[in-house]
């Protein structure tokens, strides 16, 4: 089993700052992709920002120059600094990770629990 936990989340002011993290653990043999995503009431879930294990990432054009994503591949961790955040930042933020499991060829897709961002105006 793989399980992956987030933390950083809380309340900050509009042109605040919060770091997200997330850490996997369990029966890993290797982390492909890894995510942030997101999702407030009444929406659906959306892509924040994802990276390769090689390092190669993409960020949806809304957070592009803010947020920043990054991993630790032998901690299997990842990070997304958060800065200049907007109440539309709002939302609950969840981990993502394309997981090889041990004795395992196969990847499969493990989401977070989520953590809340609540940015104020």
């Known amino acids: 089993q793989v399980q992956l936990v987030e933390s950083g989340g809380g309340l900050v002011q509009a042109g605040g700052s919060l770091r997200l993290a997330c850490a996997a653990s369990?029966?890993?043999?290797?982390?492909?992709?890894m995510g942030w995503y997101r999702q407030s009431p009444g929406k659906q879930r959306e892509l924040v920002a994802i990276?390769?294990?090689?390092?190669?990432?993409n960020y949806a054009d809304s957070v592009k120059g803010r947020f920043t994503i990054s991993r630790d591949n032998a901690k299997n961790t990842m990070s997304l600094q958060m800065n200049s955040l907007k109440p539309e930042d709002t939302a609950v933020y969840y981990c993502?990770?394309?997981?090889?499991?041990?004795?395992?060829?196969?990847?499969?897709?493990?989401w977070g629990r989520g953590t809340q961002v609540t940015v104020s105006s």
């Open positions: 369990g029966s890993i043999f290797r982390i492909n992709a």
């Open positions: 990276i390769t294990s090689g390092g190669t990432t």
């Open positions: 993502q990770s394309k997981v090889v499991a041990s004795h395992t060829v196969v990847e499969r897709t493990y």
